[in-house]
């Protein structure tokens, strides 16, 4: 036993030696000849011949672009830009507006 500065004894015990205490790893246990993986089973899959339609054209591929109804009329939406930033309603007339740019103007307001 050592004792130390403070007066407290320390047992001595062999310190373990880096070698001793790793493990070799790399040893690999061998899989069975049943287990395929992913790769194999899909290149193994017969492939289907995937038929693609020469005949269409691009008048079957239009994309719809509907018409939008606005929740309000064209005097309340002005009306909006002159309320205070701090009411709905400016908010609301500011949204309606970024809908009409996105939107390409494809949208019609409620009737009054």
Known sequence: M???KEGITISEKPVAKEADVLVDLRKSSEVPKEVKTWMQKVE???SAPTQ???TA???DFKIAKPKIKL???KK??????KSPVSTAARWLSVFILRLIKINEARVKF???
């Open 2 to 4: 050592i004792g130390n």
């Open 44 to 46: 193994e899959a017969p």
């Open 52 to 54: 693609i339609n020469q």
């Open 57 to 59: 054209s691009n008048d």
């Open 71 to 73: 929740p309000i009329g």
């Open 76 to 81: 309340r939406f002005a009306a909006g830009f």
């Open 110 to 112: 409620e009737d009054e």
